[in-house]
């Protein structure tokens, strides 16, 4: 099993949440809320609004989101869901836990206890020079009040 921190579409109550439940995808356990250890920026970006956490270290925001633990068959679904390694990279990085609920064995209890975890994620290295320009969120919610509402996959 790996872990997977989510800061976009994929956390619970999220329009792609629904892949991370389905079973048929692989398996995601939900292991608790964190945020980023570094700040990066959080930007949504293109003509579907898309939730972008630029690899820029040291800039931007603290980003929030959801730590899971997936097995083979998810973190390949993944992939493959967020155009890796085209449209985003996925590389390990710290991720600050701020509400534990897995429960597992000794390195999960010592992880929580010592409040970092690392995570893959899926960041991007990738994008245009403007993004660097927008504003920069410390988490995502597709009805946010930015309103840029997230265009599925199936809508356009």
């Not at 988490?139 to 599925?152: E, F, I, Q």
Request: charged letters at 20%.
């Amino acid at each position: 099993m790996a872990r997977v921190f989510v800061y976009g579409t994929l956390k619970k109550g999220q329009p792609n949440y629904k892949h991370m439940i389905n079973t048929a995808k692989g398996l995601a356990k939900f292991q608790g809320r964190g945020r980023t250890v570094e700040k990066y920026p959080l930007v949504i970006a293109g003509k579907y609004n898309i939730p972008y956490m630029l690899n820029i270290p040291g800039t931007g925001h603290h980003v929030a989101g959801e730590i899971y633990s997936v097995d083979d068959q998810m973190l390949q679904f993944l992939d493959e869901f967020e155009g890796c390694p085209e449209m985003y990279q996925r590389t390990l990085m710290r991720i600050e836990v701020v509400e534990w609920e897995g429960k597992g064995g000794a390195g999960e209890a010592r992880a929580a206890a010592e409040g970092v975890v690392e995570c893959f994620v899926y960041s991007t290295m990738t994008y245009p020079p403007e993004w660097v320009g927008l504003p920069y969120h410390d988490s995502y919610d597709s009805s946010g009040k930015h309103g840029l509402s997230y265009v599925l996959r199936e809508s356009r």
